[in-house]
């Protein structure tokens, strides 16, 4: 079955950009939207934004200004890269698939990769 | 943005106890609500989407309900695996919000 998994640097400084990359394995990327999710320490989950793989976004209103999504097929793979980082954007990040079809859920999804923005 | 509201936000119950968790959207959604169960240090794993469809491989004692605003996810025998964090999601339009989650305690 799919599984998707998660990598990028464990610690950015304020102000500089993170980034990260979703690994997608046991099937193809192609024909799906891949959604980007964060979740700070005890607390809920926030919906960072998404791509098809077609390269058409969705993104968060909230975070739009700062978030940038790209997908490479030939890689089986999609990233996500966020700039100018604050200590609020210390969180779990997680990438998912995002099910267009009648259920139009987040399924499945990666372990989570913990990002901290510290100096 | 849809606001998603859940209630309670934590709950205390024993093993076999029937558990009731409400999920409630600031306006109507449909039947575009799926449940989610995530355990500590862990990915949430769906568990109901559309409302009411059960995912494959979860157990029957989870079952869904609502549509429009109002929304229910049951367990009906609360078993010790079922020890965890349920979030409530809309998929009726982006951005895609959360419930702030319900924590289910052992008693």
């Known amino acids: 079955q799919v599984q998707l998994q998660e990598s990028g640097p464990g610690l950015v400084k304020p102000s500089e950009t993170l980034s990260l990359t979703c690994n997608v394995s046991?099937?193809?990327?192609?024909?799906?939207?891949w959604s980007w999710i964060r979740q700070p320490a005890g607390k809920g989950l926030e919906w960072i934004g998404r791509?098809?793989?077609?390269?058409?976004?969705n993104y968060n209103p909230s975070l739009k200004s700062r978030v940038t999504m790209s997908v490479d097929t030939s890689k089986n793979q999609f990233s996500l890269k966020m700039s100018f980082v604050t200590a609020a954007d210390t969180a779990v990040y997680y990438c998912?698939?995002?099910?267009?079809?009648?259920?139009?859920?987040?399924?499945?999804w990666g372990q989570g990769t913990l990002v901290t923005v510290s100096s | 943005d849809i606001q998603m509201t859940q209630s309670p936000s934590s709950l205390s119950a024993s093993v076999g106890d029937r558990v009731t968790i409400t999920c409630r959207a600031r306006q109507s959604i449909s039947s575009y609500l799926n449940w989610y169960q995530q355990k500590q240090g862990k990915a949430p794993k769906l568990l109901i989407y559309a409302a009411s469809s059960l995912q494959s491989g979860v157990p029957s004692r989870f079952s869904g309900s609502g549509s429009g605003t109002d929304f229910t996810l049951t367990i009906s025998s609360l078993q010790p695996e079922d020890f965890a964090t349920y979030y409530c999601q809309q998929s009726y339009s982006t951005p895609r919000t959360f419930g702030q989650g319900t924590k289910v305690e052992i008693k």
């Open positions: 046991g099937g193809s990327i192609s024909g799906y939207y």
């Open positions: 998912a698939r995002d099910v267009e079809d009648s259920s139009r859920s987040f399924d499945p």
């Open positions: 791509i098809y793989t077609s390269g058409n976004t």
